[in-house]
């Protein structure tokens, strides 16, 4: 422990954290932009600058050690000025588009411009004439708004992707998409994620879905396991807070006849991923088997590592399988022609816009998924319709696709895919006799876990990974290792995705996990084969193996750069 | 006596600008303990006009790899590299053949020749700057002990090494009212000296620049009785020339050639260049406070200088 002195505040504080840490630790605040802990300080912004006594200048926080007895202020007149003159700067580089911006109502950039009384338009705007970008009709990096700060390229370097690029053009560099043919975007979002000033976003097809509200279509929701522990924090809960009926009263209100729950759809993959996964490992065929629910892993392999398509499960993903569902077996029985439906899914991600748009989904040739808003793009939607989840009465799902197992909830963690289809394996291959149920060594922040089941006389090899680079890792370095290896893109998983609310952080990612654990650790069925939702589905309309396979396989190919 | 001795009895100042005793540098390196260690001779040279570098190069070549080779002898188990601007890289690149010395060329432009961006770019990695601390002669290029010496240093070190040494220095003048080039003249010279000994002194009233390339100071004529501090450099400027146009050069030069890392020196300098075409100063006092009090590195916090100077000393007068 060392004992430093932060505007005359004693602190004692661990050794080896930077002044800024210590700062929002103790809720001493320092204003920061281009600050964030998923990626290396880059010290651009320059407005967490501090004075440290007997130090010659001024020192960013973000950069910068706390050492014993430093003593510290972030207060002085000449700290005070220059960070308004910085915040003028930036202002004077970035367009304001604050209306459709995903900070929009939580900018930090507009709440210190309001504190410190900073004119943001005493020049015209550097950037003015920058373009617009879109990758893959899924994520819009708008260049006018960008500070500079490069995030969007480190984190596209910290999933191995590399396909944002600093180029200097003229005088200035800019961040630029590659244009080396053998990289391409993967469209995680992560940009978006870690963006602190609106230049990535999703692209939003809120305003086609509000038409066909308006134009009486039969309008249906699903949203995602992950969903359901982010989307208040938007409204001012705490984070992790689990809020699903507000939600789906929501959605009623903004004329939508029904929403489901895609943790049936997960439900239903774990068990067709689970049938595919024990006859693969019986055969030793196509080993190790990677699960593909998350289509920018998909759209990685597609493009990366073609020679490791048939490893992918060709199980389709929840939603995607939940909305063919909905566009058959649900529009059979509610007497509705399946080009009436529209289905849109929420996500906490971005990819699953570019996944929809995949002609080989379609089922008699209707998308089976229509739209994707992520759990962002939804709450601004409410906001719009002047709904606040923290005071609206919450209504319950329903009924006919909205039970899931709390397997199904847990796909939204990193960790989550694997547990619920071991599960499963450990009920079909022991005959439900369930040995054990929650696999710990599937769970947490770790970035590669692996393990190894027993199940009766099935060794299975697991490994979870989450961040791309990691995938890469284990394919590149000991990919034999392994029977069975679930790959999300994002960090921790869906929790983390790239249609989540701003901010994120680790603490963040855990917080929104844990709540999808402890819906699982409390709940009766945890298990997808006992959903009688699932069974009942089974019973009616997946009856045989041609209609499984129309509904819930489907097929990969290799791709070329898109981008 | 050995070369550290004898670098300090000649006090040599590093050549780069800064003007570290050049010894200490030395030292600290020597005193390092690691398996490997690395010497840079820096010649990126990227001031605006300046070419002093470049000459010593053409003309001096030899005594210059010979003060390399000194320095490689003098600390054990080194290789080094000559970090080249790009137009002198074709200049030397058949001329040196020696297994311990590469050279690399230099990126970044203007910010380029700054020693941690160069060992940035030796690494092959982005021309921006490290914060120091560590400082280069701990955890230099590749993390080891690293001696960044100018081509200028070198040259004398040979000199030195040689005792030919008679404390002397290369000047670069420019103008257009003067003729201009290099010149090794005596160290402690004023300004006054080094103009009227070069035949470099115009008729017409006139002021100069000096000591820092494109953000040196400005002094008027009747400051010129005194030597010149930092770079070997002086920009003669006649008052009838533009104050604004000058400017607009600097600016020009500074904002195409910095590396965009932070806000005050990508933001600040090209709202300083907007303003100087614009002919309209106001406000320009808030950007200059900004540039010196929060820049990440030495460059721009000194980007100021030259432009308060002469808005003082010759617009507003």
């Known amino acids: 422990m060392i004992n430093i002195e932060i505007d005359g505040k004693k602190l004692k504080v661990e050794e080896g954290k930077t002044i800024l840490e210590i700062a929002r630790e103790n809720n001493i605040e320092i204003p920061s932009l281009c600050y964030h802990e998923d990626v290396l300080p880059k ?28 003593v510290i202020r972030t207060k002085t007149k000449e700290i005070l000025e220059t960070r308004k003159t910085n915040l003028k700067l930036l202002f004077a580089q970035h367009v304001e588009k604050c209306n459709e911006c995903v900070w929009n109502n939580r900018c930090k950039m507009l709440d210190y411009a309001k504190k410190w009384k900073v004119s943001i ?14 990758f893959g009709n899924a994520i819009s990096y708008d260049s006018s708004k960008c500070i500079n700060c490069f995030n969007c390229v480190q984190i596209c370097q910290n999933q191995g992707i590399g396909f944002l690029e600093v180029k200097k053009e003229g005088a200035f560099h800019k961040v630029v998409p590659s244009k080396d043919k053998n990289k391409d975007c993967v469209y995680c979002g992560q940009c978006v994620s870690h963006c602190p000033s609106g230049t990535f976003s999703p692209v939003n097809p809120s305003l086609e879905i509000e038409k066909k509200i308006k134009e009486g279509k039969y309008v249906v929701f699903q949203y995602a396991p992950a969903i359901r522990s982010s989307i208040g924090e938007e409204f001012g809960f705490d984070y992790g807070s689990i809020v699903i009926e507000q939600m789906i009263a929501g959605i009623k209100k903004l004329g939508v006849k029904k929403v489901f729950d895609v943790s049936l759809g997960a439900d239903l993959v774990t068990i067709e991923e689970a049938n595919e996964l024990i006859e693969r490992v019986t055969k030793k065929e196509k080993l190790p088997m990677f699960t593909s629910c998350c289509p920018a892993w998909v759209k990685y392999v597609e493009f990366y590592k073609p020679e490791l398509i048939p490893n992918l499960t060709e199980v389709k993903s929840p939603h995607i399988l939940l909305g063919g569902l909905i ?4 529009a059979e029985k509610e007497k509705i022609e399946a080009k009436d439906i ?8 971005t990819s699953k816009k570019y996944e929809i748009q995949r002609e080989e989904l379609k089922i008699d ?31 319950d799902k329903d009924e006919l696709l909205g039970f899931s197992s709390s397997a199904g909830v847990i796909f939204g963690s990193s960790g989550g895919v694997a547990e619920s289809a071991t599960r499963t394996a450990f009920y079909k291959l022991l005959n439900k006799k369930i040995e054990k149920i929650d696999f710990k060594e599937f769970r947490g922040v770790k970035e590669i876990k692996e393990a190894i089941v027993q199940i009766g006389d099935i060794k299975l090899r697991v490994a979870v990974v989450h961040g791309l680079k990691n995938a890469k890792e284990i394919i590149e370095n000991n990919l034999s290792d392994f029977d069975y290896i679930e790959v999300m893109s994002c960090p921790m998983g869906c929790v983390g995705g790239g249609g989540q609310p701003v901010p994120t952080s680790k603490e963040i990612r855990k917080k929104r996990s844990d709540a999808l654990y402890k819906i699982d650790a409390e709940a009766e069925i945890r298990i997808a084969d006992e959903n009688p939702r699932v069974q009942k589905i089974y019973q009616d309309f997946l009856t045989n193996k041609e209609i499984i396979n129309k509904i819930a396989y489907t097929k990969f190919s290799q791709k070329q750069k898109e981008n | 006596m050995n070369i550290i001795e004898k670098l300090k009895k000649a006090e040599l100042k590093g050549r780069g600008g800064a003007g570290f005793p050049t010894y200490l540098k030395w030292e600290s390196v020597l005193k390092e303990k690691s ?4 010497i840079i001779c820096n010649a990126a040279e990227g001031e605006l006009d300046l070419k002093k570098d470049k000459y010593i190069l053409e003309n001096y070549l030899d005594e210059v790899l010979n003060g390399i080779k000194i320095a490689l002898e003098t600390i054990d188990n080194s290789l080094a590299y000559i970090y080249l601007n790009k137009e002198y890289y074709s200049l030397i690149k058949d001329k040196v053949r020696d297994p311990k010395i590469t050279l690399i060329q230099e990126e970044g432009g203007y910010i380029g020749g700054e020693e941690t961006v160069a060992i940035n770019v030796i690494e092959g990695k982005n021309p921006e700057p490290r914060k120091r601390p560590p400082f280069v002669s701990q955890k230099g290029l590749f993390q080891k002990p690293t001696l960044v010496n100018n081509v200028e240093t070198f040259y004398y070190v040979s000199k030195i090494e040689k005792g030919e040494y008679e404390q002397e220095r290369f000047y ?4 257009e009212s003067i003729k201009g080039g290099v010149y090794e003249l005596k160290e402690k010279m004023t300004i006054r000296e080094i103009l009227k000994e070069t035949n470099n002194y115009p008729k017409e009233p006139f002021y100069v620049q000096a000591g820092g390339g494109v953000c040196g100071e400005i002094f008027l ?4 009785d005194q030597e010149i501090i930092g770079e070997g450099f002086i920009r003669v400027i006649t008052y009838n020339e533009d104050p604004f146009k000058i400017m607009e050069r600097w600016a020009e030069f500074l904002n195409s050639q910095n590396c965009d890392k932070c806000t005050p020196c990508r933001e600040g300098i090209y709202r300083i260049l907007e303003m100087v075409k614009n002919r309209n100063l106001k406000g320009i006092e808030e950007i200059f406070l900004a540039l010196e009090k929060t820049s990440f590195c030495a460059l721009g916090r000194g980007a100021p200088t030259s432009f308060r100077s002469l808005i003082n000393k010759v617009i507003l007068k």
């Open chain 1, 43 to 70: 010290e651009g912004c320059r407005l967490c600058l501090v004075e440290i006594e007997g130090m010659k200048g001024l020192h960013t926080s973000c950069g910068t050690y706390a050492l014993d007895n430093m």
């Open chain 1, 121 to 134: 338009n005493e020049w015209e705007d550097r950037k003015k004439d920058y373009p617009k970008y879109i």
């Open chain 1, 327 to 330: 566009k058959t077996y649900f």
């Open chain 1, 342 to 349: 529209v289905v849109v899914s929420v996500m906490p991600c």
């Open chain 1, 365 to 395: 040739g209707e998308n089976c998924v229509d739209y994707v808003l992520t759990t962002h793009e939804l709450a601004t939607l409410f906001l719009k319709h002047k709904i606040d989840l923290s005071k609206i009465k919450g209504e």
């Open chain 2, 35 to 38: 398996d490997l260690k690395y």
């Open chain 2, 172 to 175: 670069m003048l420019v103008g």
């Open chain 2, 221 to 224: 004529e009747e400051e010129f």
